[in-house]
């Protein structure tokens, strides 16, 4: 079983940055593959960026590549998201996901997920 708790949220103007934490309860951390997907209303919810178990792969959207950044520490059990450049399209609530399958896209293949962090853009 692995808990995950979402951090680093907020309201941000346009252009601005956010970091986003992922917290993970298990010392089995590092055997996941982690995944953050993002859900605005009436959106169905979408991927957006997953790095491997050793962090050596990563894999980002393409509405995101070269503004948002996943990273991990193992060592803390923590996975990270920088967001840069942020716009107001990007509002939405960002979940962390673990997967035991890979870097994959597909959120049906993450077995556990967090609560969601709210991030909201202002123009």
């Known amino acids: 079983q692995v808990q995950l708790v979402e951090s680093g949220g907020g309201l941000v103007q346009a252009g601005g940055s956010l970091r986003l934490s992922c917290a993970a309860s298990?010392?089995?951390?590092?055997?996941?593959?982690m995944g953050w997907f993002r859900q605005a209303p009436e959106k169905e919810r979408e991927f957006v960026a997953a790095?491997?178990?050793?962090?050596?792969?990563?894999n980002h959207a393409d509405s995101v590549k070269g503004r948002f950044t996943i990273s991990r520490d193992n060592a803390k059990n923590t996975v990270y998201l920088q967001m840069n450049s942020l716009k107001p399209d990007d509002t939405a609530v960002y979940y962390c996901?673990?997967?035991?399958?890979?870097?994959?896209?597909?959120?049906?293949?993450?077995?556990?997920w967090g609560q969601g962090t709210q991030v909201t853009v202002s123009s």
């Open positions: 996901a673990a997967s035991s399958r890979g870097t994959v896209r597909v959120g049906a293949l993450y077995e556990y």
């Open positions: 298990a010392r089995t951390f590092s055997y996941y593959a």
């Open positions: 790095i491997s178990m050793s962090g050596g792969n990563t």
